[in-house]
């Protein structure tokens, strides 16, 4: 039994520890806004945030997350990234989605106004096969430009 | 009768009746039962701004009803850019129809006269006076109320909805990540399947040795056959189990031609001709005052959703219900039914949402691999779920194909002969009731896929809008070593690249500007106003030699009969790593009526990123014992990092029919980037994909008077 601190609560787990966490979240905490993708760590479907940092579930032992805080799509608190994909109908089919606001998130938590080549090396490794591409930059864009605006107003 | 109804689709002589498209329900929502599914392509935010617009209703009180063998009507696949032209005219005339029938249902019941009955805002009203909803007309309407196409459709200058930029319906879960496809659900009781296949492309099981095999969680080890597949209480362990299992088989290598000369090889396997237009362009060559001749080749290339593909299936009581990302619920059902020797009404097909598919890939196969699953393990729901390796190796491909064309210029500069043959493998192997469609099924009868035969799909965009003088267009069929079926535009992203590539060598052959030259070969206004336009947003400059400046042009209408798009592209060479970087597209279309603008962008700016992708780096490469395609390294797609600026324009023609365009912008795009290319370089590239290596290759072959022309 491992204890993990998920999105602000303690929830206790029976899979076996080498486990890839991708499994866990999707069927014994039913999770499941962390989509699967290739499950070898290379398309950036399932990105969360340990310790702020993003990291891929699938990839990922659910033994060596015990004692980290961890974030999924369902938790995440900078709704504003959300909030601009929505403004900017950066979605087709979606299922890339959630692991690229993520990784968005993760990029923003440590460059909070981040210039378009630095949001396109930050998704270098996440995979959109619709090719929303454009729109899912600028609303990474307008989301830190308009998240770093409020924050300085305040 | 107005335009619209004079269109009358067909699916409405199938499906005639109101009830079958649209219910109202005792809250005034109105469900609707379209048969087309959600690819990523928005079609049911489209469809219900059709229903809403007709039935004057607020967007929010439609429904869309999930697709299902149960409830709705059986429009085949969701393919071809035909949903909206076929599905979104039939919901259209029967909300009309459901509107008139409620003004007249209100009439009735207030003893009123019918000019004074109005519906706005999902009530209904007697000049200003409100009378009520919609549903407590419900006992007033004629329950079997056909559609007979006679009720007009509003008039383009009342749209309210139609024509507006409106948020995707699908877009508030799909953020916050909920449960929004097939993938995510979670069923009581449910267990996991994972399937046997060989670990390089076309091998069969020669044995398999379970002897003293342990697999945890283990709940049955079916095999039929040579199809093997295991059942797991849960995920993980069928995934563990699956790997113990494929270390104890032993497998019979297929062997491949060599991909370095693919081509050639296919060339010598053609079996039938399709004359597509028949001419005679031998003696007119003849006369021509310049002639030239190419030969283009496009690869074999997978349609790589961004997840491998997913089904459950439930056996219970004698019948089967199966979860599915297919295309085509219908055929698929006919398909099963027919593999499993069940009755078609034994089966319930659901559709959910997959990732984007763009064709023919693995979901209809992982159906069939979790119903034979679900048989064995009655009562609980099997889910099986692909690997990434065995979706980019048992996906059926696009087939390789190689475009011959032939012309010549007469004295005045126009081309006066054309002379185009194609080469291709078919482009529909779908399933759709002949029972030897799916993988499962000649794993487990030890049967070959029969060849499906030349089809549409093949020549579709072979033949061009421009005058060409005496044009003959033949397309050959080879039967080829790989599974191939439906990739998004099928042969039309081949044969528009040489079209619009030959068209461009032409132009500078007569020492005309490409874009001028195009203008002179075409009269449909409408073709000539999206290249018009496109040039002038690119700020075009004529020319009749590579100009440096790195623009290209190509046209397209898909399949001649639906959307119009010119495209222009931007772009450098890096003259070190032979690299192209493209820097801009701008995209042209006219769809006729556009229903939601965002929408409709979304989908040509998705087509345009998916046609670079496939003319810069996409390649399915084997070795000759198939080895080759296991990861994402093995089959590179275009990535964040050499995104360009995509600048999108539409031509709204809000009195005129709706042009089908979820594939339109995606022919056009290779030939723009060759075009570009030589533009900006003088290099000819005319095999796909233009990658570095193909790039400095070429250089080394050129001709003496090639050379001069290159700028590096």
Not at chain 2, 178 to 206: C, N, Q, W
Not at chain 2, 503 to 512: N, R, V
Request: aromatic share 6%; charged share 25%.
């Amino acid at each position: 039994m491992l204890e993990l601190h998920i999105n602000g609560q303690t929830k206790r787990v029976q899979a076996e520890a080498e486990t890839p966490f991708i499994y866990v979240l999707r069927n014994e905490l039913g999770l499941v806004g962390t989509k699967q993708g290739c499950s070898l760590g290379q398309c950036g479907a399932c990105t969360i945030l340990v310790d702020g940092k993003a990291l891929r579930a699938c990839e990922t032992a659910t033994e060596t997350l015990s004692g980290k805080s961890i974030v999924t799509i369902e938790g995440l608190k900078e709704t504003f990234l959300q909030d601009a994909f929505i403004a900017e109908q950066a979605a087709q089919c979606g299922y890339c989605i959630s692991g690229i606001i993520m990784t968005a998130a993760a990029l923003l938590r440590t460059n909070p106004k981040p210039g378009k080549q630095e949001i396109k090396t930050a998704l270098k490794d996440n995979l959109c096969r619709c090719g929303t591409h454009n729109r899912i930059l600028k609303a990474i864009e307008k989301a830190s430009q308009t998240h770093s605006e409020s924050v300085r107003h305040v | 009768m107005s335009d619209l109804a004079k269109h009358f689709p067909p699916i409405l002589t199938k499906y005639p009746l109101v009830k079958s498209w649209l219910k109202i329900n005792p809250d005034n929502t109105v469900s609707v039962f379209p048969g087309k599914v959600e690819l990523g392509q928005g079609i049911r935010t489209a469809l219900a701004q059709i229903v809403a617009e007709e039935l004057e209703l607020p967007l929010q009180q439609i429904c869309i009803s999930e697709v299902t063998t149960q409830d709705s009507p059986d429009e085949g696949y969701t393919a071809g850019s035909a949903s909206l032209e076929q599905s979104g005219l039939a919901l259209r005339l029967a909300a009309a129809q459901l509107r008139e029938s409620l003004r007249r249902a209100a009439a009735l019941r207030y003893e009123t006269p019918l000019e004074l009955i109005d519906l706005k805002d999902g009530k209904v009203w007697q000049n200003e006076t409100f009378l009520c909803g919609y549903a407590e007309l419900k006992d007033w309407l004629e329950p079997d109320e056909t559609i007979s196409g006679q009720i007009a459709p509003k008039s383009p200058n009342t749209h309210k909805l139609i024509g507006q930029a409106t948020q995707r319906l699908d877009i508030l879960a799909k953020v916050k990540g909920e449960a929004s496809f097939l993938h995510d659900i979670r069923l009581p009781e449910m267990v996991h399947g994972r399937i046997l296949r060989p670990t390089v492309y076309g091998a069969k099981l020669k044995s398999l040795d379970i002897t003293g095999l342990e697999l945890t969680g283990l709940i049955r080890l079916e095999r039929q056959g040579n199809f093997v597949g295991l059942v797991c209480q849960e995920e993980y362990q069928a995934v563990k189990a699956l790997e113990k299992l494929t270390q104890r088989a032993t497998w019979e290598t297929f062997e491949l031609p060599h991909f370095a000369n693919i081509h050639n090889h296919l060339r010598a396997l053609v079996t039938e001709d399709v004359v597509v237009k028949e001419g005679n362009p031998e003696a007119t060559l003849e006369r021509s005052e310049k002639r030239l001749e190419a030969s283009y080749t496009t690869p074999y290339q997978a349609h790589t959703s961004v997840a491998p593909s997913c089904a459950i299936a439930l056996f219970k009581d004698e019948h089967l219900t199966v979860w599915t990302h297919s295309q085509g619920i219908y055929p698929l059902r006919r398909e099963l039914a027919k593999l499993l020797n069940r009755p078609e009404d034994s089966l319930t097909l659901i559709h959910k949402e997959g990732p984007g598919c763009y064709g023919h890939n693995g979901a209809d196969d992982v159906a069939a691999d979790a119903a034979l699953l679900a048989l064995a393990v009655p009562g609980k729901p099997v889910r099986v779920l692909w690997s990434l390796e065995q979706e980019l190796q048992h996906e059926p491909y696009s087939p390789a194909m190689m475009l011959d064309i032939k012309a010549g210029l007469a004295a005045n500069g126009k081309v006066n002969v054309w002379d185009f043959t194609g080469l291709t493998d078919t482009h529909v192997g779908r399933p759709g009731g002949t029972g030897d469609r799916l993988r499962a099924g000649w794993e487990r009868s030890g049967t070959q896929l029969k060849w499906p035969g030349p089809s549409e799909g093949g020549y579709r965009n072979a033949e061009t809008l421009y005058n060409l003088g005496e044009a003959k267009v033949t397309t050959k069929f080879y039967q080829g070593p790989l599974r191939v079926s439906a990739l998004r535009t099928l042969g039309a992203f081949a044969n528009t690249f040489a079209n619009e590539s030959f068209m461009d060598e032409l132009a500078y052959l007569a020492g005309s500007d490409p874009v001028a030259f195009r203008l002179e070969h075409l009269d449909d206004r409408r073709a000539r106003a999206v290249i018009e336009i496109a040039a002038q947003k690119a700020n075009w400059q004529a020319h009749a030699s590579p100009s440096g400046q790195g623009l290209g042009i190509a046209f397209a209408r898909y399949k001649n009969v639906k959307a119009y798009v010119a495209q222009i592209v931007k772009l450098t060479l890096n003259s070190e790593t032979a690299e192209i970087q493209i820097e801009k597209v701008i995209t042209v279309c006219d769809a006729g009526q556009i229903i939601n603008p965002d929408g409709l962008k979304n989908q040509l700016e998705g087509g345009t990123v998916q046609g670079i992708s496939r003319t810069l780096y996409e390649e399915v490469h084997f070795d000759w014992d198939g080895d080759g395609m296991h990861d994402w390294d093995a089959y590179r797609v275009i990535g964040f990092e050499t995104i360009p600026e995509i600048e999108t324009f539409l031509i709204d023609q809000p009195a005129l029919p709706i042009l089908g365009a979820g594939e339109a912008s995606m022919p056009p795009m290779a030939a723009a980037i060759a075009n570009a290319l030589y533009d900006a370089t003088g290099i000819r590239m005319r095999d796909l994909p233009i990658t570095p290596e193909r790039i400095k290759k070429r250089l080394e072959t050129l001709s003496e008077t090639e050379l001069e022309k290159v700028i590096l």
